[in-house]
């Protein structure tokens, strides 16, 4: 079991250094044009910040579920692992990726977001694939 955890993190690690997909994690709090209304639900709302980190010997998040009020919501990724991660948001029309970041460091992926139910996720290519993900419910 060992053997294939040191496999995924090699590939992974070669994945990582073969190309920029960094395109798409342009200030991911700026870029959330996907959202109708940008700026006034966040005014009116307040804002909720979810806190989560990736697991430092494994592809997965240290929390698989997470919950949010309607309004703008931020994920807050800490990473502690010696692989590059980030976080985003998925779903109903929403797609926005935190800016990959490694060991130490912090992502952030931030829009307004109406009640419903929602994937976070690491964007890294083979991440999601690989289990790093779970589930974003709206209230």
């Known amino acids: 079991m060992r053997w294939m955890t040191l496999l995924a993190v090699t590939a992974v690690l070669a994945l990582a250094g073969?190309?920029?997909s960094g395109s798409k994690s342009s200030d991911s709090s700026s870029s959330s044009s996907s959202s109708n209304s940008n700026s006034s639900a966040s005014s009116s709302g307040g804002?909720?910040?979810?806190?989560?980190?990736?697991?430092?010997?494994?592809?997965?998040?240290?929390?698989?579920?997470?919950?949010?009020k309607a309004g703008k919501v931020t994920l807050e990724m800490e990473n502690p692992s010696?692989?590059?991660?980030a976080v985003a948001i998925k779903g109903n029309g929403v797609d926005v990726d935190g800016?990959?970041?490694g060991n130490g460091e912090?992502?952030?992926?931030?829009?307004?977001?109406?009640?419903?139910?929602?994937?976070?996720?690491?964007?890294?290519?083979?991440?999601?694939?690989?289990?790093?993900?779970?589930?974003l419910t709206v209230n």
């Open 18 to 20: 073969c190309g920029s």
């Open 47 to 68: 804002g909720e910040t979810l806190k989560l980190a990736a697991d430092k010997s494994a592809l997965k998040f240290d929390k698989s579920s997470l919950t949010a």
């Open 82 to 85: 010696e692989i590059p991660h």
């Open 99 to 101: 800016k990959t970041v």
């Open 106 to 135: 912090t992502s952030t992926a931030s829009t307004d977001l109406k009640p419903g139910t929602y994937t976070f996720y690491c964007p890294v290519p083979g991440h999601e694939a690989a289990g790093m993900k779970g589930t």
